[in-house]
């Protein structure tokens, strides 16, 4: 399977490990594996910079001066997208709305600084929050322009037909992987979110005939109209042979919405850590897990069944302000000061 478009390089020749879970697996009496994207080798890591592979090679192409692209305010993808905008000396704008903006620098926030992007949030007025996003957007374009800035505009979560390559180049990536470990027939979990990791997972496996299961699990409502409208306009571009009729995404276990703390995606992010020492975040991995838990409970997994689950990365996001405190109050108890 070549690739559909051409990129740079930002992940290292090898492919990022994909590991036995042997506690968890003893634990829980299925067979568990975790793919780790949260290894990728520039800015902290993360699965974006599979999709920034081949955007940035586009915004170079196009000889942007500044990428700009939007998110929430502990965006990873907008922190990988300053992490590569930096490596290639273009300037990286992130454009947010949020209403609970106190002026304290945590997580990925603290992190865009460091790597030089400018973020500018919108004070949320209340009317809707993509309409205000767009708003701001077109006002900070217009003003780089007026400087003379090249603009090279990134959608939220790099997804897009361009971003959704990065993870249609890692269906055969995972699906080798697989083979190798005599787990073929595994279910891949992946959180949903932009959808453009999921969708670029769907068509890469579907492509090349993969007996890799795919299931998503939403971690914000999930707008399925626009997501088959996403397919479709792949399935046009790359000229695609095959329908979306078998897309499986689990939408009971979004909990709050979107990066809200939530004590059982805690508690997910805390089994994972001490059965295996592997950190979860607390938005997209760490509640992708949480979910499959759930599905364990209510036997949706059975017995014996064979798991990958895809780290997509954002440790940056468990010291976020709104994490951190969360976490902090529960694990106060393990500090012993003694005189």
Known sequence: MDTLKPKLTLLEPQPTPLQYLSGLSQELFREMYIKRDDLTPLGGGGNKLRKLEYLMFEALNEQATTIITVGGIQTNHGRLTAAAAAKYGLKCIIVTVDDEYDGHLSGNLLLDGLFGARV????????????????????????????????????????????????????????????????????????????????????????????????????????????????????????????????????????????????????????????????LDPCYTGKMFAGVLDMIKEKKIKLGSQLILLHTGGMPGLYAAAHYTKFEKELADTVTVIE
């Open 120 to 279: 500018i949030v919108k004070k949320n007025d209340g009317r809707d929050k993509d309409t205000q996003l767009s708003e701001t957007v077109k006002q900070v374009m217009e003003q780089e322009l007026q400087k003379g800035e090249r603009i090279y505009f990134i959608p939220m979560g790099g997804s897009d037909l361009t971003g959704m390559l990065g993870y249609y180049d890692c269906a055969k990536e995972l699906d080798a992987q697989a083979q190798e470990h005599q787990i073929n027939g595994a279910t891949v979990y992946t959180a949903v979110g932009s959808m453009g990791t999921y969708l670029g997972l769907y068509c890469g496996l579907k492509a090349i005939h993969s007996s890799l299961k795919l299931t998503g699990i939403a971690i914000m409502p999930l707008d399925k109209d626009k997501l088959h409208h996403y397919f479709l306009q792949a399935k046009e571009a790359y000229g695609f042979t095959f329908d979306d009729s078998d897309m499986h995404i689990e939408t009971d276990y979004v909990r709050k919405g979107y990066n809200d703390p939530d004590k059982q995606v805690r508690h997910a992010i805390g089994l994972m850590a001490r059965h295996e020492g592997l950190l």
